[in-house]
């Protein structure tokens, strides 16, 4: 009987989703239904009985074509957000099934080897220093704060203080030095340790934003102690890579842990094409990525990399009588991440890398940074479009007429046509519109088709 109700659930679910994913890529991009909408759909006063499950799930999934941004589509370039895998949904429908607390081996055997394989897959395929060890954390912005958490253990247990017992109060003091363009998610990570924001040091960048070596090596020959560098692969405005072999090197020289935030930018370390860009970038002592943005595996999986295994096990791990933790070769996934009980989130990580293979992943960057470079030649062409950046990777920023006003017109106007959905920025003073390609299913013709809607809009500003 129970199984019963749980089959016939599960069917409907499987039926409301395969619906779903048919109308992805035909339907409107942006969400089509208001807050008042949604909420009077789903705001009802909590019974006492509760409700029919069936009719739950059906209502929820009735409210999804309206009330959901086709983020998985093709033509969706607001964020790097990526898709799905067919094969990377499927595996996390078995994660839901199993419902396995991934935290520790005794709770989860298959969990902690597949985890234990992937990551292993991951520092293959980026070609990071293999003795690293892999967390899967909720996101880059919790990878960033697992590596920074081992940069801030390493750092000073070299100079003898040992953070986890004792505390910042009476440490010695940690330079903290990152770009004029780090993410806001290093600031959050910065926060959270108990650094502050306002402790960073700010290296100038480029015109493209990108880090200024130069400006690093005198900046560091004024500091003394303990230190960390922030550096960054893939920009998120116009995707430039920090210089990181120069970077390593000044980092090297001066004993600094260089952490490298790559939420994105790291997979270009897996095409031959575009791995030039990352030269240099196994200098480094920590590294954060996502699998949930550019590999196309659903939310929520971040990746944190740290090459000093002991610093990072120490800033990470804990311990209880009650737990019973591995003594021998297997893996308890919470020496290695924040996190605690969470998901098997390394399952589909699994899955889509065993799937698609090395030439798979190769391909799949190398297609969204062509499919960029189309969107950015597109663009140019048309009589007052300026694409503002040089489109090194999957990113491209285009400001329309010549002044703020007019591009941020055409971003709305985009948003409301429907055909895509791209989002805006500030880009050294200017409004730009931001294109970023990380969807494994865009296609020259989605591009077209992008390209087109855009120049429509624009054209009919300039009528008015
Ligand atoms: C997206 C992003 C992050 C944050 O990642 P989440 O997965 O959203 O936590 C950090 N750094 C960069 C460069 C990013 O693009």
Same mark, same amino acid.
């Given at each position: 009987?129970?199984?019963?109700?749980?089959?016939?659930?599960?069917?409907?679910?499987?039926?409301?989703?395969?619906? =779903?994913?048919? #109308?992805?890529?035909?339907?409107?991009?942006?969400?089509?239904?208001?807050?008042?909408?949604?909420?009077?759909?789903?705001?009802?006063?909590?019974?006492?009985?509760? /409700?029919? @499950?069936?009719?739950?799930?059906?209502?929820?999934?009735?409210?999804?074509? #309206?009330? *959901?941004?086709?983020?998985?589509?093709?033509?969706?370039?607001?964020? %790097?957000?990526?898709?799905? =895998?067919?094969?990377?949904?499927?595996?996390?429908?078995?994660?839901? &099934?199993?419902?396995?607390?991934?935290?520790?081996?005794?709770?989860?055997?298959?969990?902690?080897?597949?985890?234990?394989?992937?990551?292993?897959?991951?520092?293959? +395929?980026?070609?990071?220093?293999?003795?690293?060890?892999?967390?899967?954390?909720?996101?880059?912005?919790?990878?960033?704060?697992?590596?920074?958490?081992?940069?801030?253990?390493?750092?000073?247990?070299?100079?003898?203080?040992?953070?986890?017992?004792?505390?910042?109060?009476?440490?010695?003091?940690?330079?903290?030095?990152?770009?004029? /363009?780090?993410?806001?998610?290093? @600031? %959050?990570?910065?926060? =959270?340790?108990?650094?502050? !924001?306002?402790? #960073?040091?700010?290296?100038?960048?480029?015109?493209?934003?990108?880090?200024?070596?130069?400006?690093?090596?005198?900046?560091?020959?004024?500091?003394?102690?303990? !230190?960390?560098?922030?550096?960054?692969? $893939?920009?998120?405005? *116009?995707?430039?890579?920090?210089?990181?072999?120069?970077? $390593?090197?000044?980092?090297?020289?001066?004993?600094?842990? +260089?952490?490298?935030?790559?939420?994105?930018?790291?997979?270009?370390?897996?095409?031959?094409?575009?791995?030039?860009?990352?030269?240099?970038?196994?200098?480094?002592?920590?590294?954060? &990525?996502?699998?949930?943005?550019?590999?196309?595996?659903? =939310?929520?999986?971040?990746?944190?990399?740290?090459?000093?295994?002991?610093?990072?096990?120490?800033?990470?791990?804990?311990?209880?009588?009650?737990?019973?933790? !591995? #003594? $021998?070769?297997?893996?308890?996934?919470?020496?290695?991440?924040?996190?605690?009980?969470?998901?098997?989130?390394?399952?589909?990580?699994?899955?889509?890398?065993?799937?698609?293979?090395?030439?798979?992943?190769?391909? +799949?960057?190398?297609?969204?940074?062509?499919?960029?470079?189309?969107?950015?030649?597109?663009?140019?062409?048309?009589?007052?479009?300026?694409?503002?950046?040089?489109?090194?990777?999957?990113?491209?920023?285009?400001?329309?007429?010549?002044?703020?006003? &007019?591009?941020?017109? %055409?971003?709305?106007?985009?948003?409301?046509?429907? *055909?895509?959905?791209?989002?805006?920025?500030?880009?050294?003073?200017?409004?730009?519109?931001?294109?970023?390609?990380?969807?494994?299913?865009?296609?020259?013709?989605?591009?077209?088709?992008?390209?087109?809607?855009?120049?429509?809009?624009?054209?009919?500003?300039?009528?008015?």
């Amino acid at each position: 009987m129970t199984h019963d109700r749980t089959s016939s659930l599960l069917a409907r679910a499987q039926a409301h989703s395969l619906e =779903y994913l048919r #109308q992805l890529a035909d339907r409107d991009v942006d969400a089509r239904a208001s807050r008042d909408q949604l909420v009077s759909a789903l705001q009802v006063p909590l019974t006492a009985a509760g /409700e029919d @499950d069936a009719a739950v799930i059906d209502l929820l999934a009735a409210q999804a074509g #309206q009330g *959901t941004v086709a983020s998985g589509s093709p033509r969706y370039f607001g964020f %790097v957000v990526g898709g799905t =895998y067919p094969v990377a949904l499927a595996a996390d429908w078995l994660v839901s &099934t199993w419902d396995q607390n991934a935290g520790i081996n005794v709770l989860s055997p298959l969990v902690s080897v597949a985890e234990e394989v992937a990551g292993d897959w991951l520092l293959d +395929l980026f070609d990071l220093p293999r003795e690293s060890e892999v967390g899967f954390a909720t996101g880059c912005q919790m990878a960033n704060f697992t590596c920074l958490a081992a940069a801030r253990h390493g750092v000073l247990r070299r100079v003898g203080w040992n953070v986890e017992a004792d505390g910042l109060y009476d440490a010695p003091r940690i330079n903290i030095v990152s770009s004029a /363009e780090s993410h806001i998610t290093i @600031d %959050v990570a910065l926060r =959270y340790l108990g650094f502050g !924001t306002r402790i #960073q040091k700010r290296v100038e960048s480029d015109a493209q934003g990108r880090m200024r070596a130069d400006k690093l090596r005198e900046m560091m020959a004024t500091l003394e102690g303990p !230190t960390i560098i922030c550096a960054q692969a $893939g920009n998120v405005n *116009t995707g430039a890579f920090d210089p990181l072999r120069e970077i $390593g090197e000044i980092a090297q020289a001066h004993g600094a842990w +260089l952490h490298v935030d790559g939420a994105f930018g790291l997979w270009a370390r897996t095409s031959a094409a575009h791995r030039a860009l990352a030269d240099g970038m196994e200098l480094a002592d920590s590294w954060a &990525t996502d699998a949930h943005k550019w590999l196309n595996t659903p =939310y929520d999986c971040g990746v944190a990399i740290v090459r000093h295994a002991q610093d990072h096990h120490d800033a990470m791990t804990s311990s209880a009588a009650y737990l019973i933790q !591995t #003594q $021998g070769p297997e893996r308890d996934a919470v020496d290695w991440v924040p996190e605690f009980s969470r998901r098997a989130r390394g399952i589909p990580v699994y899955a889509t890398l065993r799937t698609l293979g090395r030439d798979g992943v190769s391909a +799949l960057v190398d297609n969204c940074c062509a499919r960029a470079r189309q969107m950015g030649e597109l663009l140019g062409r048309i009589d007052g479009v300026r694409v503002l950046n040089d489109v090194v990777l999957n990113q491209v920023l285009v400001r329309f007429g010549d002044d703020d006003e &007019t591009t941020r017109a %055409v971003i709305t106007g985009v948003q409301k046509d429907g *055909t895509c959905w791209l989002g805006g920025t500030v880009w050294h003073g200017m409004a730009a519109m931001r294109v970023s390609v990380s969807n494994w299913q865009t296609s020259e013709l989605d591009v077209e088709r992008s390209a087109e809607a855009i120049a429509r809009v624009f054209a009919g500003l300039r009528q008015r």
